[in-house]
């Protein structure tokens, strides 16, 4: 089938050059920091964890979400979800992949990752995060291209392939769940130690993830013939509906523990964040929008009438992936940190080196979604 991803327009491969340009791009300026090390980064010793660990772990978050398609489908069998499953898991294997890319080019040297397999330490959460992320990347490819290798057979996927979905979607919660972790059981920083911190994680997936694939849903019936059909998008857009309240509840929550009882490492955080502390405050422009992004979205998501209409359906999605980018991709990394353990103020913002590695791995994640899609989209056609 992969054959089908080498037949395209001048529009498809347009797309493909410049997503391979942004890849050299970024490419160029990750082997200057081989060179130079991390120091081209904005990133220092107070603020250890920047940009790519933040985009690493928003997109655990984006392919968790796959759960969203697929466990309606197979364990209640929602029939519309059934056109556009192997799209979630499609959109998960790219995600997965830049996840683990991000982890690379954050280690500084990319041979420090074999350290966690000759001298593996289950005692580490991050151990285990790319234990659980690997596997969850070997699920989706092989469940996804058998399922479409039946459809275009016009067969039912072989008998082994239901057992690896049911444990497909456990193990969706837990590669976001054991994220959650990896900051959450550091005892040391006041706004990650949270019990509620998996739990906000899972919502924001469930809200940003669907989201993404409603956008790239009409970009697939727009530039095709493949229709993923309404009733779908319209659950999807409630599955995320939802998510976004549940979401947005929970921030809340993180509000009023750290302001009601006053402790002081949580509270400074979120002043940070919103209001700026000891005259710092570079990140305040980026958390009101994404405040003022997430209560659109929810205007626009809760009213029956907008979120049935496709043109504002979009915006509705867009401006929830863009704010769940935003809080949990970029200020919630970053917050944790703030203040450092001398109460002093250490603030980050990603160099241009820096942004410019990054989105060479969102477009190498691009460029996966796009052949899979292509693959997808060209045998759905055929059937059809």
């Known amino acids: 089938m992969l054959e089908k991803a080498l037949m395209g327009g001048k529009r498809y491969w347009s797309w493909l050059i410049l ?8 490419f160029r300026f990750y082997l200057l920091q081989l060179n130079q090390g991390l120091t ?15 985009q690493f772990t928003f997109l655990v978050g984006v392919a968790a979400s796959a759960v969203m398609v697929v466990l309606p489908y197979y364990l209640h069998n929602v029939k519309a979800f059934g056109q556009i499953t192997i799209f979630g898991e499609f959109l998960a294997v790219s995600s997965v992949i830049m996840c683990l890319l991000f ?6 040297k990319p041979m420090r990752l074999l350290n966690m397999l000759l001298y593996p330490t289950p005692n580490s959460i991050l151990f285990w995060d790319v ?13 996804g291209w058998n399922v479409l290798e039946a459809e275009r057979k016009a067969v039912s996927p072989p008998d082994w392939v239901k057992p690896l979905v049911y444990v497909s979607i456990p193990w969706a919660v837990s590669i976001h769940t054991v994220t959650a972790f990896i900051y959450s059981g550091l005892p040391g920083r006041d706004y990650w130690l949270t019990a509620l911190m998996a739990a906000r994680f899972l919502a924001s997936a469930f809200a940003c993830g669907p989201a993404l694939l409603i956008l790239l849903l009409l970009i ?23 998510a976004m309240v549940i979401s947005l509840f929970f921030v809340g929550l993180e509000f009023f523990t750290a302001f009601y009882s006053q402790v002081p490492g949580h509270m400074h955080s979120l002043a940070y964040l919103f209001a700026g502390l000891d005259g710092h405050g570079k990140l305040i422009p980026f958390m009101w929008a994404f405040a003022f992004l997430a209560i659109g979205a929810l205007i626009l998501l809760l009213n029956p009438r907008t979120r049935q209409q496709e043109s504002t359906l979009k915006v509705a999605c867009g401006a929830v992936f863009a704010s769940l980018w935003l809080e949990k991709g970029l200020g919630l990394v970053v917050a944790g940190f703030i203040p450092n353990a001398f109460g002093e ?32 989209v060209s045998v759905k056609e055929e059937v059809a």
């Open 19 to 26: 997503l391979l340009a942004m890849m050299s791009v970024g």
């Open 40 to 54: 081209i980064t904005g990133m220092s010793r107070d603020v250890s964890w920047g940009l790519y660990i933040a």
């Open 103 to 108: 982890v690379i080019v954050d280690l500084g």
């Open 131 to 143: 234990i659980v992320l690997s596997g969850y990347l070997l699920l989706n490819i092989v469940i």
């Open 220 to 242: 697939i019936k727009t530039l095709s013939k493949f229709d993923p059909g309404r009733e779908a998008i319209q659950k999807l857009a409630q599955i995320v509906t939802y």
């Open 345 to 376: 103020v250490a603030e980050y913002l990603p160099t241009a080196p820096e942004i410019l590695i990054a989105l060479g791995i969102w477009a190498t994640g691009a460029l996966i979604l796009t052949v899979l899609y292509k693959v997808a």
